[in-house]
């Protein structure tokens, strides 16, 4: 499957930080959910692939091509959505596009008119006077009116209210359906990706804990429930980390079959959302460095 965008044995430190050995792919056509705990290196990673922040090890490859000795080239093709803007908030939005839409040799003028209408966007409205959706939506309209094969999407959806998130998701998977595009979507909130996300990447203490198809993690994870006296060291030993109190548990195992086996019909079992596999990973991440 062709790779849009390949990261392997990514490496880099900063103090006490290490992103260690970071690879992963996003094959063209298909969106890629980037999660983690804050500072688990989501953003240090998405820097890496734009060269903002130089890498010590591994390769970047974006197009089929590294992604520093072809960095013109590369960003030509990207679009750069952030969480925060980083436009000239006295400007207005013509004023804004006419000052990036140079840099691209494929900018579309009419494609970003008819952005503008579908997001319903004032172009001569003052950037400052906009809400964080609608900034969101301009930095959007900017990434697709040129044509951006590889969009590449830090915390998009933070902070906005569920109809703007909404009209977001909507929006990236309308794009989607060309085939010639991918689309990397870092986001805290799990919910989103489990709706658009074809790929998720998981990413804890500078580690990828797993980069894998949705369908893959519903068949990989288990979350397991019933009473304490089912727990016994077999059982702690097919689960990642478990949930006690009064009255009984909850866990999730990444061994479904052998865990069925083990307790039959004593125990429930439910296939877990994608925000319990990371609260129940990153648990279990934290037991093992403490000890």
Not at 188 to 193: P, V, Y
Request: net charge negative; hydrophobic share 40%.
């Amino acid at each position: 499957m062709d790779s849009i965008l390949k990261v392997e044995g990514l490496c880099r430190s900063f103090g006490e930080f290490q992103l260690k050995d970071v690879s992963f792919s996003l094959p063209r056509g298909y969106i890629m959910g980037f999660i983690g705990p804050n500072g688990a290196g989501k953003t240090t990673t998405i820097k890496l692939i734009m060269n903002l922040v130089n890498r010590e090890r591994g390769k970047i490859s974006i197009f089929g091509r590294d992604n520093i000795k072809n960095e013109k080239e590369v960003k030509q093709r990207i679009g750069f959505v952030y969480d925060e803007n980083h436009y000239y908030d006295f400007l207005s939005l013509q004023e804004m596009k006419n000052i990036i839409a140079p840099f691209y040799r494929d900018w579309d003028e009419a494609l970003y008119q008819r952005y503008l209408k579908i997001f319903e966007l004032p172009a001569r409205k003052k950037i400052k006077d906009l809400s964080r959706g609608m900034k969101m939506k301009f930095s959007l309209a900017l990434a697709l009116s040129h044509r951006a094969e590889l969009i590449i999407m830090d915390e998009p959806t933070s902070g906005l209210d569920p109809v703007f998130r909404s009209e977001l998701l909507e929006i990236l998977q309308n794009e989607i359906q060309d085939e010639n595009r991918g689309i990397l979507f870092s986001s805290h909130i799990t919910s989103d990706l489990e709706r658009i996300a074809d790929y998720i990447c998981f990413i804890n203490n500078g580690q990828i804990v797993f980069s894998q198809t949705c369908d893959e993690l519903r068949e990989k994870y288990l979350l397991v429930k019933g009473p304490l006296d089912l727990l016994d060291e077999p059982a702690r030993q097919l689960m990642l980390n478990i949930k006690e109190n009064d009255f009984g548990f909850e866990g999730l195992s990444d061994q479904p079959e052998r865990i069925r086996r083990l307790l039959g019909n004593q125990a429930l079992y439910e296939s877990p959302s994608l925000d319990q596999i990371v609260l129940y990973t990153v648990r279990r991440d934290r037991h093992v460095a403490l000890n």
